[in-house]
């Protein structure tokens, strides 16, 4: 849905396109040259006299309720599919065209699922996807992220959404966050907004309120390049921040982790796209102060590989 981007804002903001690109109602049409016309005799009319008014209301079959003097813009529902991004269309983030109107319809997508390999030789599995259930409007959104190692170690997040359209590029997301993986499992209450920035840059912002006047926020942004129109390199941005120090899930207050990735995904089809790619990962703060003592690194460096799909 950026994927999706990534998801429905494409498809609202489709409307105001398609309104701009609608014939302008005051357009004329060509001006007649009646010079060029062979047969007429210019000489015997009568320029003179005004012609008579035309009577549109003894026009049979015209129906003047229904004119307007401006074209209106189409609804949602009856906009074809398109993303302004070529021949690629909404279908290349996973959304289908009889999502757009009020008719409830799902997804599912991952916009990660693969393995990475540090530079240690570890190994970790790795994912960021995505159900919905609803129609362009509201909808209930689950997501989760996260990787487990081969070591055994892991950690991860599941979260439960009502996201509800506030404008053609952002919804709004009320919901409860869970952490998974190793240590303690932490619930959160969350609000959100997620949307298209300028430049077609994609923005995930959520907030949460936890136990223990816990407090967070995540911040992911991402663009989706188009080299040609199956290849594309994504380069994502992330940060997570802590109101509080959580030393049995490893966590320190302030900026607690960055990471970026690089990724370059090719689409064998709309639905199914192998990447490849890079990572780099920094923990900062006491995080960082955190993971020292539990032997750790501060900072890594990872391949990694996958597949994107939705259906």
């Known amino acids: 849905m950026k994927p999706m981007n990534r998801h429905t804002r494409g498809l609202r903001a489709c409307a105001l396109a398609a309104a701009l690109a609608a014939p302008a109602a005051w357009a004329q049409p060509a001006a007649m040259d009646h010079g060029s016309m062979p047969g007429m005799d210019h000489g015997s009319m009568n320029h003179g006299s005004a012609p008579a008014p035309m009577d549109h209301g003894s026009m049979p079959g015209m129906d003047h309720g229904s004119m307007s003097d401006a074209p209106a813009a189409p609804p949602v529902g009856s906009l074809p599919s398109s993303d302004g991004a070529g021949e690629r269309g909404y279908d290349s983030y996973g959304i289908h065209a009889h999502m757009m109107d009020s008719t409830a319809t799902w997804q599912v997508l991952f916009d990660k699922f693969g393995v990475s390999r540090n530079r240690d030789g570890e190994y970790a599995r790795e994912w960021d996807g995505r159900f919905w259930f609803g129609s362009a409007t509201d909808r209930l959104l689950v997501k989760s992220e996260g990787e487990a190692e081969n070591g055994g170690g892991s950690s991860g997040k599941v979260e439960a959404f009502w996201s509800h359209a506030v404008s053609p590029f952002w919804d709004l997301q009320l919901g409860a966050r869970r952490d998974i993986g190793t240590g303690p499992k932490r619930n959160w209450a ?62 320190g207050s302030g900026l607690a982790e960055g ?46 590989a996958g597949v994107r799909f939705w259906f």
């Open 190 to 251: 969350a609000i959100g907004i997620e949307g298209l920035l300028p430049y077609n840059i994609e923005l995930d912002a959520t907030g949460y309120v936890g136990s223990s006047g816990r407090t967070a926020l995540a911040l992911k942004a991402e663009y989706d390049l188009l080299l040609t129109q199956r290849l594309i390199f994504t380069p994502e941005l992330e940060a997570s921040f802590y109101g509080k120090d959580d030393p049995d899930r490893g966590i």
């Open 259 to 304: 990471a970026l990735s690089l990724r370059l995904r090719y689409e064998i089809t709309r639905e199914f796209a192998p990447y490849i790619g890079v990572s780099f990962e920094r923990k900062f703060g006491q995080t960082a102060s955190y993971a020292s003592e539990a032997g750790a690194s501060r900072s890594q460096t990872a391949v990694i």
